[in-house]
């Protein structure tokens, strides 16, 4: 079967479109599947990303997506790669819908899965008055009552950073008390208290949280909660094509791991966004995908022109 595509991006949110519009603009033969399920979709809009402040992720992607129709090297196709393989021509990859694709390339930008807490409320409000980031956030509940379901550590440093945001924070440990004395007075230093009771339910008003339920029946009136979350891959592909997972971050439980070249153990793999433990925000994705696709020309380069390559940055083919 001959090669068709030059790069098969799995993936169609920031890092993914991202690195197709670099891709395309190259004049690369690029197919980009994406199955539609970004974990921002639930926000009420992007936060911190230039030219585009509270946009709506679906707006962004749907704004995304119409860009690549300017390229006609580029195909955006909605569905799923399954499965892959790789052999001395190049992959070969197998879609849910039974469809079989070769490429040269394989960049992997599928994300990742949050996993908050198991809660009651937490679900229907999660992107909204819910949240893991205050950078992506914090704007939209500044001054307000706000608290973190965080332990340990996590909760020290998360509960000290959204202090920039709100006067008012409190830290919400659940029922599991993790602080120790010297964690426990840098918060109270900074003004921030401590609720260890633990958590029968979020209650809302209008799409928004109005108090955290304990267990004691005692309402504790937040209109806003910064969630420790934990962010895994929601596709196992990358490990069926034999991609190595990098370490564990506070984070993140199995990023993918890739080298500066943002390529995957795998020669002929690479890999960005969220899926690589960049920094979950959709303007790290942008540029970790745009960097990827320069990266995967490089590749190319190196592979078709071999002596003209000679002396340029190495990348594994």
């Known amino acids: 079967m001959d090669i068709e595509w030059d790069c098969v991006v799995v993936g169609g949110g920031a890092a993914g479109l991202s690195a197709a519009l670099v891709l395309g603009r190259a004049r690369r033969r690029v197919l980009v599947v994406d199955a539609g399920a970004q974990s921002n979709r639930a926000a009420h809009g992007i936060g911190g990303l230039l030219g585009h402040d509270g946009r709506p992720p679906a707006e962004l992607y749907a704004m995304g997506r119409q860009e690549l129709t300017a390229y006609p090297s580029v195909e955006v196709r909605t569905g799923e790669v399954v499965d892959g393989s790789r052999d001395a021509g190049g992959f070969t990859l197998k879609l849910a819908n039974g469809r079989i694709e070769r490429t040269r390339r394989v960049l992997l930008a599928s994300g990742m899965e949050y996993r908050p807490p198991q ?3 937490v679900a229907e409000l999660w992107g909204k008055s819910v949240f893991h980031c205050p950078f992506c956030h914090g704007w939209e509940v500044r001054d307000q009552p706000l608290g973190v379901l ?82 895994r891959q929601r596709s196992a592909l990358a490990a069926r094509l034999g991609v190595e997972a990098g370490e564990p971050t506070p984070v993140t439980q199995d990023p993918v791991a890739v080298d500066a070249m943002y390529q995957t153990n795998v020669p002929g793999v690479f890999a960005a966004g969220d899926l690589t433990a960049a920094m979950p925000q959709v303007a790290a994705a942008v540029a970790g995908g745009s960097g990827a696709a320069a990266a995967v020309m490089q590749s190319l380069l190196a592979e078709d022109n071999p002596v003209i390559a000679e002396g340029s940055q190495h990348v594994n083919v």
């Not at 440093?157 to 919400?172: G, K, Q």
């Not at 921030?192 to 005692?218: H, K, P, S, W």
């Open 119 to 121: 809660l009651p409320g």
């Open 150 to 231: 965080a332990r340990g550590e996590r909760a020290v440093h998360m509960a000290l950073l959204l202090r920039y945001w709100s006067d008012d924070v409190v830290v919400l440990s659940d029922g599991d008390d993790e602080l120790d004395g010297s964690q426990r007075a840098r918060l109270a230093a900074a003004g921030v208290t401590v609720d260890r009771r633990t958590i029968r339910e979020l209650a809302a008003r209008g799409g928004t949280l109005e108090a955290v339920v304990l267990n004691d029946g005692t309402r504790l009136p937040r209109t806003g909660l910064l969630v420790a979350t934990t962010l």
